[in-house]
């Protein structure tokens, strides 16, 4: 329950660890672990992610923001201090494939990813059973290009009564608007399968499979108003060859998605990931 | 003394392996290593690699040349068989950048590869020290896009002196004429610097870079005239963060081109790819 | 339902991929993939794996058994032939930890592994009620030092009652007694938590953690009689770092197993695996 | 020139990175990259590295030096400070193989390693050639079991000469003695050829092929004076077949032997590796 992270990222100059360190040690916070990058020591951008342990820490939590305001502003500072006990509620949209989907629950159960798991909605029905035996509220939104407005409203209805901090796209396959995409900055963790750049939008492994590559990816990213355009988070391969065909590669895909999908989400709820424009600084 | 190949490629039907494997136990040849592969038993392509130890193989290889052709014609074969002990006369293509050069070289002679080293093409003069040391021909061809006819005149005289059977582009930086790559079908190997299809072309590191992705990667194709859409032969990664800027992508990417490229030369040099239209068919 | 395989060993010597491959062609069976192996082309052990199409093979097979006998005796081989259609009778053991057991359990439901999976043993309740929800039957049998005997007498009785073919040990932590091991050769697979040769025995992570390694990986394996000296099927690692504690080695270590156990399962059920003394030659 | 780096461990404690960051401000630096990790927050070692940029950091180095003194003093800190311009003064050792020691020429050629290599010495005489081409001293020293102690005698002595800081065993097949493995703690890096703790000792490939492993591996560590026991600094491994005789598994393993012992060098060259007991964690 003493367990806390600082986030910040701020015009790279001298001084910027020795101030949030010792702000640190004069709450008798001990640091457990600290990360830093600098996009360019002289003008660029400065990125730091503490987890630290402090006595009373949720009694102290709001005294601390407020005295780190000081701290900060005359770097200019972007910055948040969050406790580890407090989970962050996500939502999981998926389509017909579950594998992803799957391999969240199971990840979440066995306790490899941590998060309030506050709901699952789903364009398909076949999921259901397995989400609601986990206690989890399984909402079923009818969505395609036909009724994407009205789809997105029941969606954003649900995201505010829940308080969803998160958004897992786990395999689903409806395109988001700019309206909804620009609501969630950041928040919408997508998975691609392919190896982005290669094979941006649809049906990537039939595309792989006809220009013979010899190996297959998957990528998870930040959803952007672009399609598969967003800040990559995550990203891996497997060898394949000439002996497989689509459905090969697509078994074999749906194992790199899941492990890739997985990392990125376990990431962004342990406060790992920063971005920088386009891309990501991840701490992991 | 006594090692050979048969490579074929036909329509698939019944019967082949039986007709090709009566032929080679007719002349007591054992096979030592044998791969197939067919993209389609439905009206598809056979794709066979043969290789076998036969008694007296270089005095019976004119004769089995002649007879093979009896067995291969009901079977509309596209053939060849092969000496392992005749070495393919091979030139390497370099530019300015030495490393995938020097690993060729070093596998050569290592034996890791086994071919008739028999000229280096340069426009550039850095390599000629090592290259001569080792008592290969260097041959220093200025070209840029202003001289190109020329240039690739002087390389073809080259080419057809020195009776060259492939063209290993070792990060050679100069794009071929259409008459150049068509003079030389599946006989030119190309490194390029990015996991393709990502990264077509120029500057491919830092087009990585910019894009943020967390694995950068090398591929080796048999160039066509279509830059960068040839038959991808071989394609490898490695992973990368944000720390990783331009200069470090270069530098690791590097490291995935040299072995990417020795791993498809050797597999050249071993007849062991085959083509597929634009896709290739690797026993390895 | 025309599908077949056929898989042999014998002492290598010319002619025996002749004489199968007119023995299918005689049948007008098409060969749809073959693979073969020569531990030493001179006096070693041949091994050969041809899946064919076979007009009306279930109303054949019979017959093309016996005929086969006679194609095989000259050249003295190990053999059988098999039909696709014909699933593999499978039992899985699982202890506490269930995560190879999901695995499976999500393979097969998607088609990825094609068996019958006819019952799981295990000598712990906590996966009873995933398994049932599949229609499969779960028996608990509690087993221990203590009652080894008495509880391999149960599981026998079951693995004879249900005609079990393989058995699976997704992580069944019991050791297993000589006389259970000896009756079923090359048909139990176990996984085991650690690269092989590599921390053989107990505690596996804590002793990689303990000796600082910079990989850590996982090894499916035939059981013999011997503790983790079984012939190897299939490993892979991941990369780990002075940041992971034991925890981490064993969550990161889950996602190896599962894929390396999969494999393995994969490669058995699709008569893949030949062993050659105390190897596999895998033709994956 | 105005680059430095603190390295340094201590028990862990509140207000170190504190105290750290205010010395390194207090003298106008700024810090570029940190690395920190503590083996255990209650009681274990914290570990840092710090890469600064500091205004006339040559002239101020010495005072520098003094002054961290002060405030290291009360943590217990082992300490260093340096600058990334003074070169490591190193020495390679080699034997009859010489794919490691190529490799590092390589990467020092083309900036990759950035040391001081002051001299190569072999117990044979085939690489005098290529070292003496680069402009490096080659010591030739006849080693054996016979002479063991009179060959390290003539080494010590080139390394006291040479003021030698790093000693690179690539591919030296010779033992050390326990007299010449406490003279230089933690200062020499071996690249031993299996993925360790499996196969110690000799004849690894050969007894990788005879258990039938799938994965090969390299090990790169510090040698102490148990065999093959050192801290790990880095492994690899590639994926290996029932195909690979020993030769292949050696052809194979030379690749993975150059990249890990190459990796592992330039992590000491940049100061990125600290020991903890017989582990260690890298800052990479």
Request: charged content about 25%; glycine content about 6%.
């Given at each position: 329950?003493?367990?806390?992270r600082?986030?910040?990222?701020?015009?790279?100059?001298?001084?910027?660890?020795?101030?949030?360190?010792?702000?640190?040690?004069?709450?008798?916070?001990?640091?457990?672990?600290?990360?830093?990058?600098?996009?360019?020591?002289?003008?660029g951008?400065?990125?730091?992610?503490?987890?630290?342990?402090?006595?009373?820490?949720?009694?102290?939590?709001?005294?601390m923001?407020?005295?780190?305001?000081?701290?900060?502003?005359?770097?200019?500072?972007?910055?948040?201090?969050?406790?580890?006990?407090?989970?962050k509620?996500?939502?999981?949209?998926?389509?017909?494939?579950p594998?992803?989907?799957?391999?969240?629950?199971?990840?979440?159960?066995s306790?490899?990813?941590?998060?309030?798991?506050?709901?699952?909605?789903?364009?398909?029905?076949?999921?259901?059973?397995?989400?609601?035996?986990?206690?989890?509220?399984?909402y079923?939104?009818?969505?395609?290009?036909?009724?994407?407005?009205?789809?997105?409203?029941?969606?954003?209805?649900?995201?505010?009564?829940?308080?969803?901090?998160?958004?897992?796209?786990?395999?689903?396959?409806?395109?988001?608007?700019?309206?909804?995409?620009?609501?969630?900055?950041?928040?919408i963790?997508?998975?691609?399968?392919?190896?982005l750049?290669?094979?941006?939008?649809?049906?990537?492994?039939?595309?792989?499979?006809?220009?013979?590559?010899?190996?297959?990816?998957?990528?998870?990213h930040?959803?952007?108003?672009?399609?598969?355009?967003?800040?990559?988070?995550?990203?891996?391969?497997?060898?394949?060859?000439?002996?497989?065909?689509?459905?090969?590669?697509?078994?074999?895909?749906?194992?790199?998605?899941?492990?890739?999908?997985?990392?990125?989400?376990?990431?962004?709820?342990?406060?790992?990931?920063?971005?920088?424009?386009?891309?990501?600084?991840?701490?992991?």
């Amino acid at each position: 329950g003493n367990r806390g992270r600082i986030l910040l990222k701020c015009p790279d100059q001298p001084g910027i660890v020795a101030a949030v360190s010792q702000f640190l040690f004069s709450h008798g916070a001990n640091i457990i672990e600290s990360s830093q990058y600098s996009s360019d020591p002289s003008g660029g951008t400065f990125f730091l992610r503490i987890e630290f342990d402090c006595p009373d820490f949720a009694g102290r939590l709001a005294e601390m923001r407020t005295e780190f305001e000081s701290a900060a502003a005359p770097f200019k500072m972007e910055w948040k201090i969050t406790s580890v006990t407090e989970l962050k509620k996500t939502a999981i949209f998926v389509s017909k494939e579950p594998h992803c989907l799957l391999e969240l629950l199971w990840a979440w159960q066995s306790g490899d990813i941590v998060a309030d798991l506050a709901i699952v909605i789903s364009n398909h029905e076949n999921c259901r059973k397995i989400v609601e035996s986990l206690g989890i509220p399984f909402y079923h939104i009818p969505a395609s290009k036909e009724n994407r407005q009205e789809a997105e409203e029941k969606q954003q209805q649900l995201l505010l009564q829940y308080e969803i901090e998160l958004i897992i796209l786990a395999r689903y396959m409806q395109i988001l608007t700019k309206k909804f995409t620009a609501a969630h900055p950041n928040r919408i963790i997508n998975i691609h399968h392919s190896f982005l750049p290669a094979f941006v939008g649809a049906r990537p492994y039939e595309r792989a499979y006809e220009r013979g590559v010899k190996l297959i990816g998957a990528t998870s990213h930040y959803v952007t108003d672009e399609l598969d355009e967003g800040p990559i988070i995550e990203q891996d391969i497997e060898r394949v060859t000439h002996h497989d065909h689509v459905d090969d590669l697509k078994r074999i895909g749906r194992s790199i998605e899941r492990s890739v999908l997985s990392r990125a989400v376990k990431w962004h709820l342990e406060d790992r990931i920063l971005t920088d424009g386009n891309k990501t600084v991840v701490f992991s």
